[in-house]
């Protein structure tokens, strides 16, 4: 066993030593050690419960016959972080869970890990230290929560409804007290924010990825059938551990699953957030995946789902899970011939084509068929122009129709604060595209997630009529004509940091394209003028992070240079 390197033999004496202090007796250093890699912290709801399933997954390992070390990494809620300081922090975390968990697992050689991640960068955090470490990994997620109930709402609420209600509450649509009960019972309880926002999409990618069983990305956090999941995650990791050749990490996280989990991710519509976060998995597992990649895959690929926000009625646990969840919609996309290798192996035993046959068929209606699916192309698309020359991100499935193609003039905010501010200060009128710049990995520093000014934009009633570019991101609870991740960001040269108030700009989703309508010369006068800014933040971790990070088009990952 990998664990013996420091518990066997007259050498490790003094380790064993150390070990017993810790509870264990004369039989525990012939079972495999498993590390329960925990993401616990009880200010953010996904992960407020996690403290009692680290519990659950610790017995259920003893059990099992193995001995859990459970350790914890840091999780950052991008709902509270948001609109201040502290998102700035969010992106930046994934960066610091991935050491975390390379640094346990190489300090201390677990034979085997399950991770219990939930929210946003935890989930990639992760999975980008478990292919460093490449060991026996399952990934057993907190689950996501239940979709609000809000008194007089059309449908079912969620996080994303707040900011929504917070915009309609200035213009007046509501008053405080239909905001109030909005705030009080649109996030009613623990898991990952209701819809296919960036937790709960990287979830159900870990289930194309063959990486979590079946149920991961959809079964309520709440439920008696959530206990049953990670009992039986804990179960089988401990089979594997025990295994003389058992498959790694790497062994799921393969080309062809990652395809898989590429057209999942169209095929459902998933968090543009997704795409940063892949290219950075992709990066650690050493396979070779860009914008062009997943471009080409969203051409192929039917978008035949559509979960809250983009379409507000449907709820991932709510209605998503109950006709048969994340293999459900594999299996229906699967009969597209080509999409799909039901060859690749999953952590249960099975091939993905042999739990796809046990799932149901699409329902027609939470998932449709594909003759009658949304779209005949994915539910993001990837645009390229002279204004993202390495590319940028849009959730096409998340777009009024009327907006797929648009010209209007640009209204420039240097920050998301001074956006928002302008938003809300009516400055945004019908027909304009938004800038918001300086707010990538390098610039922001740390990329914060922009979900604001896409809610307040929706809560003026400007869905319709009004797109919004920048080198941020966005919440995955983001829609609308919202256009992220531009390549190279300003802070790295990139041409939209150039571009001047009432500049027209041209955007066509369905050719794939972003381009700012200035002349090539005018342009070049610019260039010539541009400096770079100096750094936002000059000390700790934001100033480090600012100084590796690298543009969104590589996944924002750090190198050193």
């Not at 380790?15 to 498993?34: C, N, Q, V, Y």
């Not at 990652?258 to 459902?268: G, I």
């Not at 329902?363 to 122009?385: C, P």
């Not at 809560?459 to 531009?486: E, K, N, Q």
């Amino acid at each position: 066993m990998r664990s013996d390197i420091m518990k066997k033999g007259l050498e490790r004496t003094p380790h064993r030593s150390l070990m017993r202090a810790t509870g264990l007796k004369d039989g525990d250093f012939e079972k495999p050690f498993i590390g329960v890699c925990n993401s616990y912290t009880n200010i953010v709801p996904g992960h407020c419960h996690l403290k009692k399933v680290g519990e659950i997954v610790c017995e259920a390992i003893r059990e099992a016959g193995g001995v859990p070390y459970e350790f914890n990494t840091i999780a950052v809620c991008d709902g509270i972080a948001m609109g201040h300081t502290g998102m700035k922090y969010s992106l930046a975390s994934r960066e610091i869970i991935a050491d975390s968990v390379e640094t346990m697992g190489s300090a201390h050689p677990f034979d085997a890990m399950i991770c219990i991640p939930n929210c946003d960068k935890v989930v990639p955090g992760m999975l980008m230290g478990a292919m460093r470490l490449n060991i026996p990994t399952i990934f057993a997620s907190g689950g996501p929560m239940r979709a609000g109930h809000t008194p007089g709402a059309a449908h079912d609420t969620d996080f994303n409804s707040i900011y929504e209600g917070v915009a309609a509450r200035v213009v007046g649509k509501i008053d405080d007290e239909q905001l109030h009960e909005l705030e009080c019972t649109a996030c009613p309880g623990a898991g990952s924010c209701s819809g296919m926002f960036t937790a709960n999409s990287m979830n159900c990618l870990c289930e194309a990825l063959g990486i979590a069983l079946p149920g991961n990305g959809t079964i309520a956090a709440d439920s008696p059938e959530r206990i049953d999941f990670w009992r039986r995650a804990a179960f089988r990791i401990v089979e594997l551990a025990k295994m003389e050749n058992p498959p790694r990490a790497k062994d799921f996280v393969t080309a062809k699953s990652f395809r898989n989990a590429l057209v999942l991710d169209m095929a459902m519509g998933g968090s543009s957030n997704t795409v940063l976060h892949t290219l950075a998995v992709a990066n650690e597992a050493g396979l070779k995946v860009d914008l062009k990649d997943l471009d080409a895959i969203s051409r192929e690929t039917p978008n035949i789902c559509r979960l809250a926000p983009s379409r507000g009625e449907f709820h991932i646990v709510e209605q998503c899970n109950k006709v048969g969840g994340i293999m459900a919609i594999l299996k229906e996309i699967a009969k597209k011939p080509g999409l799909i290798d039901g060859s690749a192996p999953t952590i249960s035993g099975l091939t993905l084509g042999e739990q796809l046959a046990a799932a149901p068929d699409a329902d027609g209606t939470v998932i449709r068929t594909l003759d009658n699916a949304y779209s005949e192309k994915g539910g993001l698309a990837i645009l390229f122009g002279n204004l993202a020359e390495n590319g940028c991100v849009v959730k096409a499935a998340g777009v009024d129709p009327k907006m797929l193609t648009h010209r209007g003039p640009a209204v420039i905010f240097e920050s998301q604060e001074e956006a928002c501010e302008g938003i809300l200060g009516g400055r945004v009128k019908e027909g304009d595209v938004v800038v918001i710049r300086y707010e990538g990995p390098k610039g922001g520093p740390g990329m914060q997630e922009m979900l604001a000014p896409t809610s307040y934009i929706m809560g003026r009633g400007l869905g319709s009529s009004v797109a919004l570019i920048t080198d941020g991101r966005f919440s995955g609870a983001t829609h609308g004509a919202c256009i992220g991740h531009v390549s190279p960001e300003a802070a790295a040269g990139g041409l939209i940091g150039l571009v001047e108030p009432g500049d027209m700009i041209e955007i066509d989703i369905p050719n794939r394209s972003v381009r700012l309508d200035v002349p090539d010369a005018v342009l070049a006068e610019r260039r010539a003028k541009w400096q770079p800014r100096e750094p936002k933040i000059k000390t700790g971790y934001l100033a480090k992070y600012a100084s590796l990070a690298t543009s969104a088009d590589t996944g924002g990952v750090l190198k050193v240079r």
